[in-house]
């Protein structure tokens, strides 16, 4: 394929989505703001999934047989052939709990709690993931990844001190959105934001958050077959409260 193609293939990777998880990213935001925690963890799962895809194109992964959902994990897994990502523990944790935990369940089939700052805990794991989106830091032969670019590698590759240079991206949705003095999203960006923000920030104070909800199923299994009857239930959480 043409160097041409390496560039439109590229550019759909950081429109469709880097600059779409960018988005997600922000409403994510906009919802823990507003105490709409469960919103907030399917939005950060969507983010942080699509970073993930993201930089699964840039690398050239091969899609799985197996269709890649709203998962983060396994993008993960099959970048790691490829590319060393290095996490931190409070990243990999946050993001099995998104997966595992209420944002894979939209209408309550379980119960959810939050607590914590998990506002500072997305923004950590947005700024370690998305900064690898960002194909400048690829070297290709042709329409093909070859390897990253390893004086670009050294610059990013540190997951303690985040800085201009590891953290911004030429062109990014949250770039233009910071340089855009009247957008509106900017503010909810921006608030609290210790890794994008227009200012040269050192600490946050950020209230932590406990809330939680019990499922009606958790309350009133017995209901389980009888909801089924007008709405789709899980075979998975079916089984779950009927031999819990």
Request: with cysteine; hydrophobic share 40%.
């Amino acid at each position: 394929m043409s160097h041409s193609m390496m560039q439109k293939v590229n550019s759909f990777a950081l429109r469709a989505f880097r600059d779409t998880a960018d988005r997600d990213y922000i409403h994510a935001r906009m919802a823990y703001r507003a105490d709409l925690f469960p919103q907030f963890h399917w939005s950060a799962l969507h983010a942080l999934e699509k970073y993930a895809k993201c930089i699964a194109i840039l690398v050239r992964v091969p899609k799985p047989k197996r269709a890649i959902k709203h998962e983060v994990e396994r993008s993960l897994d099959l970048i790691s052939e490829k590319l060393d990502i290095a996490l931190s523990e409070q990243t990999k944790k946050f993001i099995k709990r998104l997966e595992e935990f209420g944002a894979r369940f939209r209408y309550l089939e379980v119960s959810w709690f939050i607590k914590d700052c998990e506002l500072a805990i997305l923004d950590r794991a947005v700024w370690e993931l998305r900064r690898f989106c960002n194909s400048e830091l690829y070297e290709y032969s042709g329409n093909q990844f070859v390897s990253i670019s390893q004086d670009k590698y050294d610059q990013v590759k540190a997951i303690d001190k985040p800085n201009k240079t590891n953290t911004l991206i030429p062109g990014g949705f949250l770039e233009k959105t910071l340089e855009k003095r009247n957008s509106r999203a900017k503010p909810d960006l921006v608030w609290c934001n210790l890794y994008y923000s227009a200012s040269k920030r050192k600490r946050v104070y950020m209230k932590s958050s406990v809330m939680a909800e019990n499922s009606p199923f958790f309350l009133y299994p017995e209901i389980i077959d009888e909801v089924s009857k007008y709405t789709f239930i899980p075979k998975e959480i079916s089984d779950a409260y009927k031999n819990g």
